[in-house]
Every structure is written in C-alpha cells, then in structure tokens.
C-alpha cells in the first residue's frame, strides 16, 4: 500500500478529519487510498499556531485516508481561500499542489515505521502471533471498541 509521511501536527489533523487539503510543492497521478506516516521531527510553531499539545505520536503510521484530486494554486489568494482545508500558515510557494482528502481513519495503535520522502510503498507484515486465543482476543477487543463508538 503507498503511503505518505507528513510532519505533526498535519498527521494528526489529516487522520482526525481536520485537514481535508494536504499541500505539497510536486504534484502527483496517484489517486486511492494511502497510509500517513508521522515522521519523527514535530513542527512546533505549528503546534503553538493551532493551539496542539506536542504530545503527538511519531515514527510511526498512524491511519489512513484518501486522495481523490489535485488542485493546483498559482497564486497566493487561491490558498488563502482554501486555508481553513489545509490549515498551513503564511508560508506560500508558487504552483503549490492540494492534495484532496477524503476517508479518514486514525489507527488506534500506531504502527512504527521509517518514513521516506514522497509517496513510498509499505508492506504490512502479516501477524506474527500465533496464538490463537490472543488473536481471538484482539479481534474482540476492537469489535468492542468499534460497537461502543458507534452506540
């Protein structure tokens, strides 16, 4: 599966459905869904700027979304009109790329991994446990989780 590693606190407001417009310099044909890998390094202005604790989950992948289109911005106004989407302060680079989100789904349990730069592939290993009653257990435990979220 591809994934994309975007610094914190952007991660975080992707997987939570507060970012819906993710904006990159290059553009890209890949439309789907993909994992958001947190990076290790946190951007701190921007937590002070949207008011975050720093205490955010890093080196690691951390949910999912998807991309379904690129909006192009020629000009600083366009992304200003779209700032409440990406939620990016007053840094502009001309022909910068939004990267449409959609789908959005924070993992419970962050999954550690090495980010690369771009969209990059990550095969999820299979799980390595073997016994059955745990697994019985884990599967359980998020059927719980999932009904009582629902409820």
């Known amino acids: 599966m591809k994934c994309l590693s975007v610094s914190q606190p952007f991660a975080e407001l992707i997987v939570s459905g507060r970012k819906t417009i993710e904006l990159r310099r290059w553009n890209t044909g890949f439309r789907g869904e993909f994992l958001i890998h947190a990076p290790l390094k946190i951007r701190t202005e921007d937590c002070k700027r949207l008011k975050i604790s720093y205490k955010l989950t890093t080196g690691a992948i951390v949910g999912k979304a998807e991309?379904?289109?690129?909006?192009?911005?020629?000009s600083r106004k366009e992304v200003n009109d779209d700032r409440q989407s990406h939620l990016v302060g007053?840094?502009?680079?001309?022909?910068?790329?939004?990267?449409?989100?959609?789908?959005?789904?924070?993992?419970?349990?962050?999954?550690?991994?090495?980010?690369?730069?771009?969209?990059?592939?990550?095969?999820?290993?299979?799980?390595?446990?073997?016994?059955?009653?745990?697994?019985?257990?884990?599967?359980?435990?998020?059927?719980?989780?999932?009904?009582?979220?629902?409820?």
């Open 67 to 74: 991309l379904y289109g690129v909006k192009r911005y020629d």
């Open 90 to 151: 007053k840094k502009f680079q001309d022909g910068a790329y939004g990267f449409m989100l959609r789908n959005f789904k924070s993992f419970r349990i962050p999954i550690p991994w090495k980010g690369q730069l771009g969209f990059f592939d990550v095969d999820l290993p299979k799980t390595k446990i073997r016994n059955k009653e745990i697994v019985s257990g884990i599967i359980d435990e998020e059927y719980r989780h999932q009904w009582i979220g629902r409820h």
